[in-house]
């Protein structure tokens, strides 16, 4: 679902008694350059000369909620309905910027006004089956999703969102063949390749995986620290810092750590004074870019993490990993390499989703969750003793926690 209310595909300037055409021309260029505070200062005249204008409130709840003045964004989507009730992309845009706030019951009444008005819209669907999915309830999730098909049976989209579910609920055959019609309908949707390969067992080396995650943090990169701390209520990066920092209170600065998955730089802000050398990989373009502003490390490489471990000959007194392996899965070949560049007495430092078990499960989320006990028997194995394990909430899913914990680990002297 969309958290950065962007506007609707084909969205364009509509002709109005109420207000000037060329008016809403202007706020939708400066939207599209993300000139927002321009687009805000002269939609906000817009709104005050023409009050009867539904399409001007609308576009001013736009650019509120890319500002992340989410007030300002509920203000400008009810005062568009206030004056046209019958607008669908209204009642979406008003349940996202509700469920940004945290108002479930809201966002799930103005998903369900957008539906009972156009029982096509496939984002409302969507939206709706993971609040619900993301709560427990997969039953309700499953029944909007299987609504949604029969309203619109040529949406890839949903039925990507339904094999997502019923991987959820371990039954795969199922999950597979919503599969094979979603990529029949759209072969270019990448998250259904993502969903296959990791049905086949094949899916972190699957080259076309590795794309559509940099693809998904590309898309994300400008909004995405703002994203993680305001609507995820993410602190995994102090979190390892602190747990590295309990075990080691007189580490020395002298350190060369390694950021696997290193993203805008969350991590590099906590252990650049702790570091000798911090580098930093990553498989987003855009998101090594964010990093590279920052200006805390000596090197940036854009990268799959088994691919730089296997051909790097440099060796490191620190490797941290937050948030990373949760789109890996199987940590198999992650353990061996890592173990291989550090030093003796290093130490590895990472987050996991968390889940009962001996293994790992893909979640609808397209997230990795692993099990305690799989961790630690992938410890025992590379020879890494494990000096800490703690649970924590690794973030806020549609205002729900997701447990995980959090791991650090030292290679034998």
């Known amino acids: 679902m969309s958290w950065l209310l962007c506007l609707p595909a084909g969205c364009t300037p509509a002709v109005s008694t109420h207000s000037s055409t060329a008016d809403k021309q202007l706020i939708f260029s400066l939207i599209k350059q993300h000139k927002l505070n321009s687009a805000l200062d002269h939609c906000t005249r817009t709104c005050r000369k023409y009050p009867l204008d539904a399409q001007a409130w609308f576009l001013l709840g736009i650019i509120n909620g ?28 008003l349940g996202t910027a509700y469920l940004r706030k945290g108002n479930l019951e809201r966002s799930i ?9 156009n029982p096509r819209d496939v984002e409302s669907y969507r939206c709706l089956s993971n609040i619900h999915a993301s709560s427990g309830k997969f039953e309700n999730a499953l029944q909007l999703c299987n609504e949604g098909i029969s309203n619109c049976p040529g949406s890839a989209e949903l039925h990507s969102e339904l094999a997502k579910l019923l991987i959820e609920l371990d039954d795969s055959a199922a999950a597979t063949q919503h599969l094979e019609i979603a990529n029949q309908l759209d072969p270019g949707l990448s998250e259904v390749r ?54 080691c209170p007189t580490a ?15 991590c590099g802000v906590h252990f650049r004074p702790m570091a000798l050398s911090l ?11 964010k990093a590279r502003q920052r200006g805390i490390y000596d090197n940036l490489i854009q990268s799959e993490l088994n691919r730089y471990l296997v051909s790097t000959g440099d060796q490191y007194d620190l490797i941290i990993a937050a948030d990373v392996f949760i789109y890996v899965g199987d940590l198999e070949s992650a353990f061996l390499n890592t173990a291989r560049v550090l030093r003796a007495g290093g130490l590895f430092a990472f987050s996991v989703e968390s889940i009962a078990g001996t293994s790992f499960k893909l979640r609808t989320s397209g997230r990795y969750a692993h099990s305690s006990r799989y961790i630690q028997d992938l410890a025992a194995t590379h020879d890494l003793e494990v000096l800490e394990m703690l649970e924590t909430i ?6 729900q926690p997701v447990p995980g914990h959090i791991f650090v680990m030292r290679s034998h002297e």
């Open 66 to 93: 890319q500002l992340d003045n989410t007030d300002g964004a509920i203000d400008g989507f009810s005062r568009s309905i206030e004056i046209n009730p019958d607008s669908y992309q209204s009642h979406h845009y």
């Open 109 to 117: 009444g103005c998903y369900e006004s957008a539906l009972a008005l």
């Open 194 to 247: 993502y969903y296959t390969a990791a049905l086949s067992g094949k899916h972190y080396s699957a080259a076309s995986n590795q794309s559509h995650v940099a693809a998904m943090f590309d898309k994300h990169a400008d909004a995405f620290d703002l994203h993680l701390h305001h609507a995820l209520k993410y602190r995994i990066p102090q979190q390892i810092h602190e747990a590295v920092c309990h075990l």
């Open 252 to 266: 020395s600065h002298d350190l060369d750590i390694l950021d696997l998955g290193c993203g805008t730089g969350l």
């Open 279 to 289: 580098a930093g990989i990553d498989l987003s373009s855009g998101m090594l870019e």
């Open 394 to 399: 690794i973030r806020q899913e549609c205002f």
